[in-house]
Structures are given as C-alpha cells and as structure tokens.
C-alpha cells in the first residue's frame, strides 16, 4: 500500500486522535471529537487521502541505487 505519512507526521496524528478521541470520551469536547478516529487512522495506516490529489509526501525521498 502506498505511504504518504512520514514517521513525525505519523507520531503527530496519532497522538492528536487519541487525545480527540480522550477528550470527548471525557466529556470535555463534543461529539465532533470523535473525528480523531479519521486522525488516529491516517497515523497508523501512514496514509493520508487528502495528500494524494496534491502529490504531497511527508515520507524521507529515497535516493535511487540506495540498499533498503
């Protein structure tokens, strides 16, 4: 599967979802904090939709002939 979300990016959304997620669980947001699920997502399947229609990338370049 294609990857568009580097490993800050990826930390980031994580802990930005689950703390939406907390929040509303705690009463102290609304029901819109539930949209930390879609956050959550995004970091753990580093895959963002919304980055494909404008080819951008937060993954490291790979430099060609370089040994995985």
Not at 42 to 51: D, E, I, N, S
Request: charged fraction near 10%; glycine fraction near 14%; charge should be positive.
């Amino acid at each position: 599967m294609l990857q568009n979300v580097g490993t800050v990016d990826r930390v980031i959304r994580i802990l930005a979802g689950l703390a939406l997620i907390a929040g509303s669980l705690l009463g102290y947001i609304g029901v819109w904090g539930w949209i930390g699920v879609v956050v959550l997502a995004t970091g753990v399947f580093r895959f963002c939709p919304a980055y494909m229609p404008f080819g951008l990338s937060t993954c490291p370049a790979k430099t060609p002939g370089a040994k995985p």
